[in-house]
């Protein structure tokens, strides 16, 4: 008796509706264009110098190793260090054919202060080109196509370098894109006003609706005061919950983590990024492409109307599979 009871209960379980089963599923990752999977290099060289606080990760292109390549400054989040927090992101890049200098910034959660953080920053990044620059077998750097971006307190670590570049013996940014930028109250990377950005820089700002991390206020911020700077954009980016698995809008949307990129470092901010992380449309259709765009459009005049958040793309966030798309992305230009 019982055996047929529980062979009725499986019955009745396999009969019944799965939630999942029918739901629309998020978008690819397109084959091309910005965001896109067009890659030129197989193999990314990973080095590790970050045993010093103002050390920094180092990701190469290589199969083939180009004999130059732009370059990429990436700085995490607060307490975010380990680069396999954002690995899928470098890996997207380093692909390409940049250059990814990933600066350790901080020791800890606790030290040191955030007073430093740009000056630590700033000290990875000048040795870490010194390297590229000097060392055997290392691809060199074109320090005339340099770039930066930032997530949550690392995007105010890159607003801060795209004003102060030259005080901090840094190239001159040709692109900058800040993800979720913030920084709690911890307040040591901020400044005034964010005007003394160059002219001809491009410059991006994707915040998120639901960000209760840092809200939007230094995004808001940057892009208010950055005045000189008339290539500039400011994008929010919405949940969707059309599909599985669902879209999110918090302050961590950027990231998508790969293993292969493990630095070591292995603390709250690791497991907390592991227990949210996603690789999905607001990486392809939003970050990704965007930043994308910005380097494309800089250094070789292509996707320009992107790289200042207009057009058709800019907004556009991908399709469902069921072909419904995916919400689209709210931008602010200057008029």
């Not at 915040?207 to 500039?232: C, F, I």
């Not at 809008?249 to 950027?254: D, I, P, S, T, V």
Request: glycine share 10%; with cysteine.
């Amino acid at each position: 008796m019982v055996n047929l009871w529980m062979s009725f209960l499986m019955m009745l379980a396999g009969s019944l509706p799965r939630e999942t089963t029918n739901s629309p599923t998020g978008p690819l990752q397109p084959a091309e264009g910005p965001g896109g999977a067009q890659y030129t290099h197989e193999e990314v060289r990973f080095s590790d110098f970050s045993s010093r606080t103002d050390g920094y990760w180092l990701f190469e292109p290589d199969a083939p190793r180009p004999e130059r390549s732009p370059v990429v400054v990436f700085h995490h989040g607060y307490g975010a260090i380990n680069p396999m927090i954002y690995g899928a992101w470098i890996r997207h890049l380093v692909r390409q054919g940049n250059i990814v200098i990933y600066p350790r910034y901080q020791k800890n959660l606790f030290v040191p202060g955030s007073k430093k953080f740009v000056a630590n920053a700033s000290e990875g990044i000048r040795a870490a080109l010194s390297l590229l620059s000097e060392e055997e077998g290392r691809v060199r750097p074109d320090t005339a196509a340099f770039f930066v971006a930032g997530h949550s307190y690392g995007g105010a670590i890159s607003a801060n370098i795209a004003v102060r570049y030259r005080e901090l013996g840094l190239p001159k940014p040709k692109g900058v894109l800040l993800c979720a930028p913030g920084t709690g109250p911890l307040k040591g990377s901020l400044l005034e006003s964010y005007d003394g950005m160059d002219a001809d820089l491009r410059l991006g700002i994707i915040v998120s609706l639901h960000d209760h991390v840092v809200g939007e206020e230094l995004g808001r911020k940057v892009y208010q005061t950055a005045t000189g700077t008339p290539n500039r954009f400011l994008v929010r980016q919405h949940p969707d919950e059309h599909g599985q698995p669902a879209i999110g809008a918090g302050h961590n949307e950027c990231y998508a983590i790969d293993e292969a990129f493990d630095g070591g470092v292995h603390n709250l901010s690791l497991r907390r990024a592991q227990s949210v992380a996603q690789e999905n449309a607001v990486d392809y259709f939003a970050y990704w492409k965007f930043l994308d765009a910005i380097m494309a459009c800089a250094m070789r005049g292509e996707h320009c109307t992107l790289s200042e958040g207009c057009g058709p793309d800019a907004s556009y966030m991908g399709n469902w599979s069921d072909g419904h798309p995916v919400q689209p992305l709210e931008i602010w230009v200057p008029e």
